[in-house]
């Protein structure tokens, strides 16, 4: 019997203009893991993860070639663009909140997606805030300016906008590059906590990121998916020769 | 129901990308009836009037019963003398203050002058003509003679309007010079002055003569101003005196201004024509900005 | 090689010395700009709320309460005016003009009201003096002129009539003073008189009028030559009533000042006869009078003195009363709203247009030929001159589609005309919005639309305003096309067709109609007030938002 898959992709090729970006990538993500794209800078890993919600849809100069499924379906076929955008999420790589409220940054998802009440949205802010733990911290401020928070509140902040989507799919694209090592150990902590309810798919420079949180892991090069594995397996025992140098470093 | 909310979702986001257009084609349709509407009121004129003749005599008696004439050369050469005399006072001080903004000054001096070029930009022209009435005829009254209201008074009124159009221009543009060529510039051991003038000012050329050609369009397009100094007098200047800047002089605009509340039939027919040539000046100096800026990029600033 | 050093270093400070007078002269070009500003702001804004103007006057520039009435102090009046009336004194002048109907508003105190001339009868001796000596033979009372038989009368009228003047004895002037509707006013009604001679033109000359300190020279005989004065050549006689003449106390107190002296060279006279006499005997004679006598007897031989009159110009009563006559009397409180209206509406016409637009060009628009030629006319429409704007609005608006000259003709065209600068300003905002929130809120699955109002909108408000007060700043300055659209009635507008006169009309028509360079002032001082504050709001708008993106 074939295993079912969160997400797959076959085949997947991506062009900008003329260069082509990704070569058939072939990927299986499972349910509720926390999956780590690893590989040197520029070699594929974050335009893919952007593949996987329709992010380059907004780039005009992208042609796409391949299928993606979601929960077996062709997300660029059969599914809204929107719909999809509201099961997959997506935390970018600094934080971002709208310079407006705390409340109505967490706020602005179920808003748009046609949530009104005011009592639904409290309990589904407050519920969201506290599973991106940071509550404690917000909780006596939601109605002053996001900006004024720290670098590693925002980014919870904004894992909490995602959530308050409620989505069953979190894209992260180094979701921690630009904070401090505490707020790193939070949000690593953080992610922890959601890949029981949410499938996380992660983006990261940092090996020992990886390794300490994902449970599979996809190398990159050049646009090709060179190996994936248990995370396990890829950085004990990697099958390409490419992979064990870059793991032992010796791409930089 | 999913797919329903789905297809009323992308009618609702069509349409609005629809009212967004429109929205953004209103300033479009603008420019094209103004021209039909123009061209349309003005061109019958021309079923009586040979264009030459319009273009080219002196003769401006519209509303004579008989032997009515329908010449505006005058106020073509009142518009052109205005014009030209502004720039040549206006172009050299506001370049030199571009220069200075962009260059030389620093901390508060270069805000107040940043300001003060602002609040100029924002003065209305009835107030400039205000001014020029009370104070800049009667100086040059006591200097030149006559009424002190003359194509002089008018250009000096027009250069100080112009000056905030120049400066700011030229300021932007000369800014946008890459700072590597005044880098470069300097370690050849050139003064900060050389550099300005043989670096800068070159490599701004392009911004420096679109705020030249800004000017001369907002100077031939200016209305009550100058009409408040500049006389008024349907006659060819005097070249004689003093080049004729202590004529009065009428301007195109002038001459659609004046007689526009009572004219009818051909008369009012005449002065739209009149509108027609203002409007063809305007518009050959509007396409050169595009051209010119298309290049460089300074559009944004205008 | 040590000649090519020197060259060169010759070279260097010739270059450096071009450099700094390079520098000057753009200092000078700086200097000037801020200079004119400064000028011309001042210039208008103190003409605006101060009055300063020299007007000349057939009476000497002081007079007090008690009024002469010949040269002769047997019979004194005092002229009373109802407490309505925003005036402190009259010149003589005046005074004949409101009785004999000549003048019959107080346009004199900028007040839209109708003079009501009160007089005593002739039964009293008073009365009877001030029809022989003021209005004189020719002249008559107006029609509407009312009669009183006495001072008691008198006071009780004019207390109660609004707009009233009237006269009574000098010994009543306590009971006057005592109530509070009617007010005790300084009549100017000492003149100058001088032999035909000193206005005669020679050499291209002719005295026009007195200064007040040549007056007060000649008097107290500093001045000896008509040419000292702006005069022909000749010498000057004064002419003076004995000092203890009351007329000769009153000259010297309203013309000269108490420390000054009267000239010890002149001519001395008790008596009205002789003083025209001796003047009429002597070339260059100057003597002084009452106003009402020579103005009834020698009209042509009244000298002409100026006035620096110093009145506050632009006051509360200026913005808040209605206009009347032209803009001659009253104030702009209509046209102040009226343009209040024309700014509403263009505000509520053209931001949705410009914001519309400048979000289809940032967020919708791709770079096709289209979008290409929208924006090009678009530019293009920036650079129209109003006039053609107006002419435009006036065959379309007016004419075609029959909106009339009112305030929907005049907003249309001026929300046509602030349109590019609404929408660069807008366009320019909606940039600087940082792409990340966008991708955010797709990526939260939110559509291009709702991205468009929840976030970027918001984000880039304080540029939108700025686009919006800018183009405040223009509709309110803008006259040419406004006076062919949108008209120029100066009474409110009623509805979106009434001919509305905004105050850049106004003004343009005060200062062109030649109907008050004052009022002008003041108008353009309320437009600069507005166009300083619309650029102070733009410019802290802008300020905030770049502290915003940089943060």
Redesign the interface.
């Known amino acids: 019997m074939k295993k079912n898959y969160k997400i797959r992709t076959e085949k997947l090729n991506l062009f900008y203009g003329d260069v082509q970006a990704l070569v058939d990538i072939n990927m299986n993500v499972e349910y509720n893991r926390i999956t780590a794209l690893i590989g040197p800078s520029g070699c594929g890993k974050s335009t893919y993860l952007r593949t996987l919600?329709r992010?380059n849809d907004?780039i005009?100069s992208v042609k796409i070639d391949g299928t993606v499924y979601y929960d077996d379906t062709d997300i660029y076929k059969d599914y809204d663009v929107?719909?999809?955008?509201?099961r997959i999420?997506?935390v970018?790589q600094?934080p971002?909140p709208?310079?407006?409220s705390v409340y109505d940054n967490v706020a602005?998802?179920p808003?748009?997606?046609g949530i009104r009440k005011k009592e639904e949205l409290d309990s589904i802010v407050e519920k969201s805030i506290k599973a991106a733990a940071v509550w404690d911290e917000v909780a006596d401020r939601l109605h002053q300016p996001a900006?004024g928070l720290s670098g590693g509140q925002q980014q919870r902040l904004?894992i909490a906008?995602?959530l308050a989507?409620e989505p069953d799919v979190i894209l992260m694209d180094e979701p921690t590059s630009a904070l401090d090592p505490i707020s790193t150990a939070k949000i690593e902590d953080l992610l922890d906590q959601l890949k029981k309810k949410y499938t996380i798919i992660i983006v990261t420079h940092n090996m020992q990121q990886a390794g300490r949180i994902s449970d599979y892991t996809g190398f990159f090069l050049n646009g090709i998916l060179i190996e994936m594995g248990t995370t396990k397996d890829i950085f004990f025992n990697p099958q390409d020769k490419r992979t064990e140098d870059y793991i032992s470093g010796r791409f930089g | 129901m999913n797919l329903d909310r789905k297809k009323i979702?992308k009618y609702?986001?069509q349409s609005?990308?629809y009212?967004?257009?429109?929205?953004?084609?209103?300033?479009?349709a603008?420019?094209?009836?103004?021209t039909f509407?123009?061209f349309q009121?003005g061109a019958p004129l021309f079923g009586q009037v040979s264009p030459i003749e319009f273009l080219f005599s002196t003769h401006w008696e519209p509303s004579a019963e008989v032997d009515p004439g329908f010449g505006i050369l005058p106020f073509i050469t009142g518009s052109i003398i205005v014009t030209t005399l502004a720039l040549l006072i206006g172009v050299?001080?506001g370049i030199?203050?571009a220069?200075?903004?962009a260059e030389?000054?620093k901390g508060r001096?270069a805000e107040?002058?940043r300001?003060?070029?602002?609040?100029?930009a924002?003065?209305?022209?009835?107030?400039?003509?205000?001014?020029g009435?009370?104070?800049i005829c009667p100086i040059v009254r006591d200097v030149l003679g006559g009424t002190g209201y003359n194509a002089l008074s008018g250009s000096i009124i027009l250069a100080?309007m112009i000056?905030p159009t120049i400066?700011s221009i030229s300021e932007i543009s000369i800014r946008t010079v890459p700072h590597g060529y005044k880098v470069a510039s300097f370690g050849l051991g050139a003064?900060?002055?050389?550099t300005?003038?043989k670096v800068l000012l070159p490599a701004a050329r392009s911004g420096i003569i679109a705020a030249i050609i800004?000017g001369t369009?907002?100077a031939?397009?200016?209305?009550?101003a100058v009409?408040?100094v500049a006389g008024n007098t349907p006659l060819m200047p005097n070249f004689g005196e003093w080049l004729g800047l202590t004529s009065s002089v009428r301007t195109l605009?002038m001459n659609?201004?004046t007689d526009?509340s009572y004219a009818s039939g051909m008369h009012r027919t005449a002065l739209?024509t009149t509108?027609i040539v203002?409007?063809i000046f305007?518009?050959t100096?509007?396409?050169l900005?595009?051209f010119i800026t298309r290049k460089t990029k300074i559009?944004?600033a205008? | 090689m040590k000649q090519r050093k020197a060259k060169i270093l010759q070279y260097t400070k010739k270059?450096?010395r071009?450099?700094k007078t390079?520098?000057t002269?753009?200092?000078?070009?700086?200097g000037?700009?801020?200079v004119?500003?400064v000028?011309?702001?001042g210039?208008?804004v103190y003409?605006g709320f101060v009055s300063d103007l020299h007007r000349e006057y057939p009476v000497i520039a002081k007079g007090g309460p008690e009024v002469i009435l010949d040269w002769q102090a047997e019979q004194t009046l005092v002229f009373i005016v109802n407490n309505s009336v925003r005036i402190e004194e009259l010149s003589a002048q005046d005074i004949i003009d409101f009785y004999c109907g000549e003048v019959r508003d107080w346009v004199i105190a900028k007040q839209d009201l109708k003079v009501k001339t009160f007089a005593l009868d002739m039964t009293a001796s008073l009365g009877k003096a001030f029809s022989e000596k003021v209005l004189g033979k020719h002249l008559s009372y107006n029609s509407n002129n009312r009669f009183v038989e006495n001072d008691e009368e008198m006071i009780k009228k004019v207390a109660a009539t609004i707009g009233a003047i009237g006269f009574i004895n000098p010994e009543k002037m306590e009971r006057a003073r005592n109530n509070p509707k009617v007010k005790i006013i300084n009549v100017r009604a000492i003149a100058l008189v001088a032999h035909p001679a000193v206005f005669e033109i020679r050499n291209q000359k002719k005295l026009r009028y007195l200064k007040e300190e040549d007056m007060r020279a000649i008097f107290s005989g500093n001045a000896h030559n008509w040419q000292e004065v702006n005069g022909i050549d000749l010498h000057i006689v004064p002419v003076l009533f004995n000092e203890d003449l009351a007329i000769a106390k009153q000259f010297k107190q309203f013309a000269l000042g108490d420390d000054k002296r009267f000239s010890l060279n002149a001519v001395h006279v008790d008596n009205q006869t002789d003083l025209m006499s001796v003047i009429n005997r002597n070339e260059g004679a100057v003597g002084f009078t009452s106003y009402f006598y020579l103005k009834n007897h020698f009209p042509d031989q009244i000298v002409k003195v100026e006035r620096r009159e110093v009145t506050p110009n632009l006051t509360l009563s200026y913005l808040i009363e209605e206009p009347k006559k032209f803009g001659k009397v009253g104030g702009v409180s209509t046209i102040i709203l009226n343009t209040v209206f024309m700014i509403l509406l263009t505000v509520i016409m053209a931001t949705?247009?410009?914001?519309?637009?400048a979000?289809?060009?940032t967020e919708?628009?791709?770079e096709g030929r289209l979008?290409r030629?929208?924006r090009?006319?678009?530019?293009?429409?920036?650079?129209?001159?109003?006039?053609?704007?107006g002419?435009?609005g006036?065959?379309?608006f007016v004419d075609?589609l029959g909106l009339k000259f009112g305030l929907l003709s005049g907003t249309l065209t001026i929300t046509?005309m602030v349109?590019?600068t609404i929408?660069?300003t807008a366009e320019?905002s909606l940039k600087s919005v940082?792409r990340?929130?966008?991708?955010?809120?797709?990526?939260?699955?939110?559509?291009?639309?709702?991205t468009v109002c929840?976030?970027i909108i918001?984000?880039a408000v304080p540029g939108i305003l700025t686009g919006v007060i800018l183009a405040i700043?223009?509709a309110?300055?803008?006259?040419?096309a406004v006076?062919?659209t949108l008209g120029n009635s100066p009474t409110l507008a009623r509805n979106l067709f009434s001919s509305a006169r905004v105050l850049?009309v106004h003004?343009?028509l005060l200062?062109?109609e030649g109907i008050s360079?004052e009022r002008?002032?003041a108008t353009?001082t309320i437009?600069?007030v507005i166009?300083?504050i619309?650029?102070t709001v733009a410019?802290q708008l802008i300020k905030k938002m770049n502290k915003?993106h940089k943060?």
């Open positions: 919600n992010m907004l005009a929107i719909e999809l955008r509201k999420g997506m970018f600094k971002n709208f310079p407006m602005y998802g808003r748009v997606h900006l904004c906008r995602v989507v | 979702r609702y986001e609005i990308k009212l967004l257009l429109v929205c953004a084609g209103v300033g479009a603008a420019v094209l009836f103004i509407f123009i009121s050299p001080v030199a203050c220069i200075y903004l030389i000054a001096f107040i002058l300001r003060v070029v602002e609040v100029l924002g003065i209305p022209s009835v107030v400039f003509g205000l001014f009435m009370t104070v100080i000056l400066i003064t900060h002055w050389q300005i003038t800004l369009g907002r031939i397009g200016e209305t009550m009409y408040m605009t659609i201004i526009m739209f509108s203002l409007f305007i518009m100096l509007n396409v900005i595009q559009h944004e205008t | 270059a450096r071009a450099q390079a520098k002269v753009l200092w000078l070009a700086a000037v700009t801020i004119i500003l000028w011309i702001i210039y208008v003409n949705p247009l410009g914001v519309g637009a979000i289809f060009f919708y628009a791709g979008v030629s929208l090009f006319f678009t530019e293009t429409l920036a650079g129209i001159p109003s006039i053609i704007f002419l435009f006036m065959l379309v075609f046509l349109l590019p929408i660069r320019e940082p990340a929130y966008r991708e955010e809120s797709f990526a939260l699955g939110a559509t291009r639309w709702q929840g976030v918001p984000t700043g223009r309110v300055g803008e006259t040419a006076i062919l850049s003004l343009y200062a062109t360079f002008a002032f353009g437009l600069i166009i300083l619309v650029n410019t915003m943060a």
